[in-house]
Antibody, heavy 119, light 110 residues
Framework: QVQLVQSGAEVKKPGSSVKVSCKAS????????ISWVRQAPGQGLEWMGR????????NYAQKFQGRVTITADKSTSTVYMELSSLRSEDTAVYYC????????????WGQGTLVTVSS | QSVLTQPPSVSGAPGQRVTISCTGS?????????VHWYQQLPGTAPKLLIY???NRPSGVPDRFSGSKSGTSASLAITGLQAEDEADYYC??????????FGGGTKLTVL
């Protein structure tokens, strides 16, 4: 059974950066694709980007290009999402998800990490 | 403003059937890309409900079904139960393989 365990909640100042981790277990990490999806309070879901760790290939949503960086450490089966130049609108729960590229759907979700941006 | 359009809310009495629509365009659903559905219970992470337009993952009751036609898709829930009260999201993608979500539909069981 695939399990995605994320790092804990963060409080950040506007203009700073945040880095959220997602450790995968179960299955074969090298065969995964991992995406990041965020949800602002009371709002819907928003895809940010994905990484294919075995190839190091990344694909970002246009909205986040230049501000988001997704990386992977194959030795620890961990994926990271770093978001820079934070603003209050970035306050959200950030989810890592396993991305099934045969259909581009998300079958396993992490527990979510709340990032609060406040001065 | 979401690229995929869903009604903000739907409701139904226990035992009834409800449907949730998801309308896209020729750039996503209409281009032949699959539609998937997620259920989000209050305070929890979303859960995959339907993938590939009409397929149910193991463990999802057959009361849930999905369909797609043209630039739209639908999720149907039959035999409505109190535990179905949740937010439902459709998802597809575009030619750049960017995932697209609907704005979500809140289902209220009366």
């Amino acid at each position: 059974q695939v399990q995605l365990v994320q790092s804990g909640a963060e409080v950040k100042k506007p203009g700073s950066s945040v880095k959220v981790s997602c450790k995968a277990s179960g299955g074969t990490f090298s065969s995964y694709t991992i995406s990041w999806v965020r949800q602002a309070p009371g709002q819907g879901l928003e895809w940010m980007g994905r990484i294919i760790p075995i190839f190091g290939i990344v694909n970002y949503a246009q909205k986040f290009q230049g501000r988001v960086t997704i990386t992977a450490d194959k030795s620890t089966s961990t994926v990271y999402m770093e978001l820079s130049s934070l603003r209050s609108e970035d306050t959200a729960v950030y989810y890592c998800v396993r991305d099934r590229v045969e259909g581009y759907y998300f079958d396993y979700w992490g527990q979510g990490t709340l990032v609060t941006v406040s001065s | 403003q979401s690229v995929l359009t869903q009604p903000p809310s739907v409701s139904g009495a226990p035992g009834q059937r409800v449907t949730i629509s998801c309308t896209g365009s020729s750039s996503n659903i209409g281009a032949g890309y699959d539609v998937h559905w997620y259920q989000q219970l209050p305070g929890t992470a979303p859960k995959l409900l339907i993938y590939g337009n009409s397929n149910r993952p193991s463990g999802v009751p057959d009361r849930f079904s999905g369909s797609k036609s043209g630039t739209s898709a639908s999720l149907a829930i039959t035999g409505l139960q109190a535990e179905d009260e949740a937010d439902y999201y459709c998802q597809s993608y575009d030619s750049s393989l960017s995932a697209l979500f609907g704005g979500g539909t809140k289902l209220t069981v009366l």
